[in-house]
């Protein structure tokens, strides 16, 4: 009882997560500019990704190996930090070398 | 029955890094393909995590989390190249 409850909650948490992913993906495969497309990624991949993690969190800590629910809390808190900074810093650098943002009538860059 | 629903997860995060590897390969400029770059590279430490849930093997999360360090401090070190020319100055 409690194995298939278990089970049911990963499953659903894996699958919204890789829906997040999916839409991330089609997001910087899509949009017409660079500013545009990590809008996108920046925040559909974080999401997702975390969600996978937490699922699998679900299911070890079920299966109990204390030692990897830990590395897996670890590598949720390091990716709610590095993912948003990696995508400001690349933002910044492409502003500050003179990037125009894209407008409704340009052509897709 | 839960080793399959981690495959089919598996290979459509797979399916994701090839989406994304697209625009890393054809991305008009350098932005594009650094930004493709770290997002399949924090795709990838996903993927590591649940290869070890198909592996049976605890061995595949230390990998992720060296992986994820490495990622994010190369997609830094190169946005920083990138906007000032240098790395680090005197």
Redesign the interface.
């Known amino acids: 009882m409690m194995d298939s409850v278990v089970n049911a909650l990963t499953t659903a948490f894996l699958i919204l997560g890789v829906f997040f992913m999916l839409t991330g993906a089609i997001g910087l495969l899509r949009f017409p500019d660079f500013y545009t497309r990590l809008h996108a990624t920046g925040k559909c991949d974080t999401l997702g990704e975390v969600l996978i993690l937490l699922g699998c969190m679900i299911y070890t800590a079920y299966h109990g190996m204390p030692f990897v629910v830990f590395k897996l809390l670890c590598i949720i808190i390091f990716f709610f930090i590095a993912n948003p900074t990696g995508t400001h810093a690349i933002v910044k650098a492409a502003y500050k070398t003179g990037v125009k943002p894209w407008r409704v009538g340009d052509e897709r860059r | 029955?839960?080793e399959q629903?981690?495959l089919i997860?598996g290979l459509?995060?797979a399916a994701?890094v090839l989406?994304?590897l697209?625009?890393a390969a054809v991305g008009?400029?350098v932005?594009?393909r650094?930004?493709?770059v770290?997002?399949i590279g924090?795709?990838v430490?996903?993927l590591l995590?649940?290869v070890?849930?198909i592996f049976k093997n605890?061995m595949f999360?230390?990998i992720?989390?060296a992986y994820?360090?490495l990622n994010?401090i190369g997609?830094?070190i190169m946005?920083?190249y990138?906007?000032r020319g240098e790395v680090c100055s005197q």
């Open positions: 029955m839960i629903v981690f997860i459509t995060i994701t989406l994304s697209y625009r008009p400029g932005f594009n650094v930004a493709a770290n997002v924090t795709k430490v996903v995590v649940i070890q849930y605890p999360i230390d992720a989390i994820a360090a994010f997609t830094i946005s920083k990138l906007e």
